[in-house]
Nanobody, 117 residues
């Protein structure tokens, strides 16, 4: 069974840091891109960052310079280091992984990030 498991969310004050992790397991083969989306209350889910199997990264303008994504291909794991957090970073963060084997996008259950002002 394909599964993405996220961890690391929580409550932090503005200016603080959090680190999120996501590990893919089960029947997910030939993962190429992995990344993070987030959804704030009452808003649509939005792109945050992504990383290719080769390590190329892409960031939303709103998080550039503050967030860093990294990847371990052996462990099928990505980490998201979030620094200088702002209240507008609050939301549920979802991990996603794209399989080049069956062209399916897999999603995690989400982890809550709350930044207080």
């Amino acid at each position: 069974q394909a599964q993405l498991v996220e961890s690391g969310g929580g409550l932090v004050q503005a200016g603080g840091s959090l680190r999120l992790s996501c590990t893919a397991s089960g029947s997910i083969f030939l993962i190429n891109a992995m990344g993070w989306f987030r959804q704030a209350p009452g808003k649509q889910r939005e792109f945050v960052t992504a990383i290719s199997r080769g390590g190329s990264t892409n960031y939303a303008d709103s998080v550039k310079g503050r967030f860093t994504i990294s990847r371990d291909n052996v462990k099928n794991r990505i980490d998201l280091q979030m620094n200088s957090l702002k209240p507008e970073d609050t939301g549920v963060y979802y991990c996603t992984a794209h399989s080049a084997f069956n062209e399916v996008d897999y999603w995690g259950q989400g982890t809550q990030v709350t930044v207080s002002s």
